[in-house]
């Protein structure tokens, strides 16, 4: 326990899912509608004083979350797990929805305490539309190839510079100085699936993700199972790494943030 | 085949899935938006001349249907079943879609060959609610018993005057008389199940339905499964044939209009 102006604090994770559509992203950026923005106002609602979120995955605007998971400190008087939830969930409106809240060490953080991040992205694929999955699939009228998307996406198992298929973005370093953010990743699990008869499932697991890397994949694995690259695409433009050569990127619509594991302490 | 106009008419059948949440229900009430605007518009559009529209069960404001019939009589040369459904479903938008196109005989119209309609409503019975599910399904927090609302479910098999959980409607007789219309109806199967560990469905089939029933069905049996309401009220509240004592109306999100059995000929 730390203290702040004489009360003391204590560490909340919150286990949260969201419907993408309403917000740009999960990261504040007043006054767009956000996540975090939604989040934080009625956390301060509740606590009384100002909170500073930290996620373990920034969702890029549009995208879903299931498992989000959320830390933020709090003053211990003004928390109580339970109750917390329910007011949570009259404040934040039916888009966002804490499932779960928990006191947690002072040195448990959502983001840097997680060893992977999970996604899932999912995609209906037939002929006819489907209106009450219009929010949650992406529609895509002719048959995909899975056998030819799971041998795509076996290419990017393990450790890889995914230069191809993420933006460049410039961070600081300690000094001040401005530096490509590195955009190697370890993949630990990429693999297609049929969920039902029309509803087609790619899963992925890697220790962090760049940005919009999984539509990336997603776009160009979609581009071999309609057959209109071959499959040996995949490796090539990984090694391009270049993202001219990377295609489609897919809607937002159809991903999840799935899940988020930490290791056991 | 008959011809208006010189032109050969064919009678056409469309199978209808919608999203229920933009739409102030199914029939045609311009201004305000309904399903079947939508698609009279569309098929004007296609066919270039007016069109009537007929469907198996008129759906109320907010109510989705999956397995909607609707019948209308066009031009036989406007009408190719394969591109018809494509065009339409490019002119409809997301939220109505249309999933089959048949010629049928002169003779079938979806409202008076259909022999029977089904419902089905569903039910997200637990503590936490689900951003995902928040459209199609009704969230209640506390645990139902199943036991008691089938029970309840079994009291409306078979033919009954549903006046307790219809709202009165005037028709006009041949000889332009207003009486009230008959609200006695055949319930052919109606069961509540759990589709999934927190997500209890409903199906009832009948050969008609009356204004509301389902959702006034569904509100007292709701009522009884959390111990709101004894479940002998079931049958006693029918008996009585009065409105005053239905209870609860179950939202209409929760209700998809499923499917409509016409013999086979």
């Not at 090539?236 to 897919?250: I, K, M, Q």
Request: aromatic share 8%; with cysteine; glycine share 6%.
């Amino acid at each position: 326990m730390t203290a702040v102006n004489g009360h003391e604090q204590v560490r909340v994770r919150l286990l949260v899912a969201y419907d993408g559509a309403p917000f740009r992203g999960f990261a504040i950026n007043d006054p767009t509608p956000t996540v975090a923005g939604v989040l934080a106002r009625a956390l301060e609602q509740v606590c009384q004083h100002p909170v500073s979120l930290t996620c373990a995955g920034r969702t890029d605007a549009g995208v879903h979350a299931w498992g989000q998971v959320v830390t933020f400190d709090a003053e211990a008087r003004r928390i109580d797990p339970g109750p917390l939830r329910k007011s949570l969930n009259k404040l934040c409106g039916p888009e966002v929805v804490v499932r779960r809240v928990d006191i947690v060490s002072n040195d448990f953080d959502a983001r840097y305490s997680a060893a992977w991040r999970s996604y899932r992205y999912r995609i209906l694929n037939r002929l006819v539309p489907d209106p009450f999955l219009r929010h949650q699939t992406w529609h895509i009228r002719r048959p995909l190839d899975l056998d030819a998307m799971n041998e795509a996406a076996t290419c990017i198992l393990g450790s890889h510079d995914f230069s191809s298929f993420c933006r460049r973005q410039q961070v600081l370093t300690a000094d001040g100085a401005e530096v490509e953010a590195p955009r190697t990743r370890r993949v630990l699990h990429a693999e297609w699936a049929r969920e039902a008869d029309d509803l087609v499932r790619f899963e992925i697991a890697a220790g962090s993700f760049c940005y919009r890397m999984v539509r990336s994949l997603v776009g160009i694995m979609v581009q071999i199972g309609l057959g209109e690259r071959p499959v040996t695409d995949m490796a090539e433009v990984l090694e391009a790494r270049h993202r001219d050569l990377r295609g489609l990127l897919a809607p937002p619509h159809g991903l999840v943030f799935w899940d988020v594991g930490y290791p056991e302490r």
